[in-house]
């Protein structure tokens, strides 16, 4: 019922010397949504966890995780939950969360085991924490939402803040998602890097035959993912992040790290890229 996978931190020095496979190994997150599995990453980019839980016909409960040497996840963490599929239900700490697709439930330090059931399709974050506040559900009406970008440049889009200081208060988790207008495919421009804290992406709400290219690396060193509907890319606060998809698309961003300052980036403009 529940897998864990590791992923190690990676030198920039050494990312410039990965070749296709090296890449998608250490940075691209496939195949987390599995009927009837918990399935996480567990990345040493600030202990940041990604992962997926799709109940199917049963329950799913996520409490002990080896890698975290605690009796249970949630007691030095928080977490961020994402309903990418039909309407679901999660339990925790003595509640009991209804979530409709696109709706987020945060959870806090201690909250003990979480149950999922429904017809959901759950993308889980995790970070460590400091203190437990409390655990709240955002629906899509409560969210805040953002228009950046414009036709001219390809990249009119609609970002919603779900996680996040406007809307509520976390320890170091910042969760929303992006999602792009019709005609527009690029979802980051310009680029940038954030020195204090790590991403995570996942990619969702496209066709199966669909692709982003999703850009990576040094700025001027970049690398390139091309992912698919449902998978994610983990990504270190040395590297870009910026992307290109064929068709409508949205990408949920999680960050961890030092601050929870959304516009705390370095933007890296289009000519100073490599």
Known sequence: MLTVETRHAIHPAHARDMWTEELREHFLAQDMFRDGEIRLVYTHYDRFVMGGAVPGSGRLTLDVVAETKTPNFLDRREMGIVNIGEAGTVEAGGETYEMGRGDVLYLGMGAGAVTFSGAGRFYITS???HKSYPSK??????CVEVQMGAAETSNKRTIKQFIHPQVMESCQL?????????????????????????????????????????????????????????????????????????????????????NVDYTDMDFIQPKDLR
């Open 127 to 129: 970070c460590p924490a």
């Open 174 to 258: 910042i969760l929303g998602y992006t999602s792009l207008e019709e005609g527009s495919v690029w979802n980051t421009i310009p680029s940038h890097i954030h020195d204090r804290r790590m991403e995570a992406y996942l990619y969702w709400g496209m066709d199966a035959e669909s692709r982003v290219l999703h850009l990576m690396g040094e700025p001027d060193e970049t690398r390139h993912l091309f992912v698919a509907n449902e998978e994610g890319v983990v990504s270190p606060s040395w590297s870009i992040h910026s992307g290109a998809g064929i068709g409508k698309y949205t990408f949920i961003w999680a960050m961890a790290g030092d």
């Open 137 to 142: 559900l955002i629906t899509l009406a409560d």
